[in-house]
């Protein structure tokens, strides 16, 4: 499907499902769900390089948590959550995606953000999140000697607006160093103690993307900001994704 086409099919759904008088969607609707579903791997086969196409069928449960996550359908989320045993996921944590490289983190993320963005124009709650690479947060500590423009949504020293929700794409430690007295290893840490007073006030939210499992995340965090990220972050971890030819 091209990528006209897929604009097309959305906004038929969206028409077909507009309603002043209820939810845009409703995940919990089987039939709603699985159009959702089809929408989605039709974004991640188009974002993929050699158009492969997912089947979804190791990350079920945890694509259709980040889904309702995303879409903010409580119902559906606490559902899949009992499903997968786990107490610990919450609908106002933020997000850590982790597992082994070819798993599906970043494309998964991607892929949601983009079918959320198709749904701006409706009146269902949903989140939305801006992109941040790490490279950049180095960049511009040493450009500016801060990261606000990532942390507290800062631009020439003026703030626009609240800070925005942001994912931060494929956090590492490894092979980071100090260049000319800049520690990039502390402005990664800073950048989490900032996301998390941002959270915790109702500010803004972040997703986490990384190979790291959280235990091989705390051997690079103080016992403190570990503490905090334990209770800032909904844990998905996922397993290797079917890409088929």
């Not at 959702?36 to 974002?47: D, S």
Request: net charge positive; charged share 25%; hydrophobic share 35%.
């Amino acid at each position: 499907m091209e990528r006209t086409d897929l604009q097309i099919t959305l906004r038929k759904y969206l028409k077909r499902k507009s309603n002043e008088n209820c939810k845009i969607f409703n995940l919990c609707d089987e039939k709603v769900y699985n159009e959702i579903a089809n929408i989605l791997a039709t974004i991640l086969k188009e974002n993929e390089p050699e158009k492969k196409t997912w089947n979804f069928s190791n990350n079920t449960l945890q694509t259709r948590l980040m889904l309702a996550w995303f879409c903010k359908d409580n119902h559906l989320f606490e559902k899949t959550a009992n499903e997968m045993n786990d107490t610990s996921f919450k609908m106002s944590k933020g997000l850590y995606v982790c597992g082994v490289k070819g798993s599906g983190k970043s494309s998964t993320v991607k892929a949601l953000n983009e079918l959320i963005l198709y749904f701006s124009s409706t009146k269902a709650e949903t989140r939305k999140f801006k992109y941040v690479e790490q490279n950049k947060l180095a960049n511009c500590y040493e450009l500016n000697s801060n990261i606000n423009k990532y942390t507290y949504n800062e631009i020439n020293e003026k703030f626009d607006g609240s800070p925005h929700n942001i994912i931060l794409d494929d956090l590492k430690f490894e092979g980071l160093t100090k260049s000319f007295g800049t520690d990039f290893i502390l402005i990664i840490i800073r950048f989490l103690y900032d996301r998390y007073s941002l959270w915790l006030f109702g500010s803004s939210n972040t997703i986490i993307t990384s190979l790291l499992s959280p235990n091989q995340l705390s051997k690079h965090l103080p016992d403190d900001l570990y503490n905090r990220f334990k209770h800032q972050y909904n844990i998905i971890n996922l397993k290797v994704t079917e890409r088929n030819s």
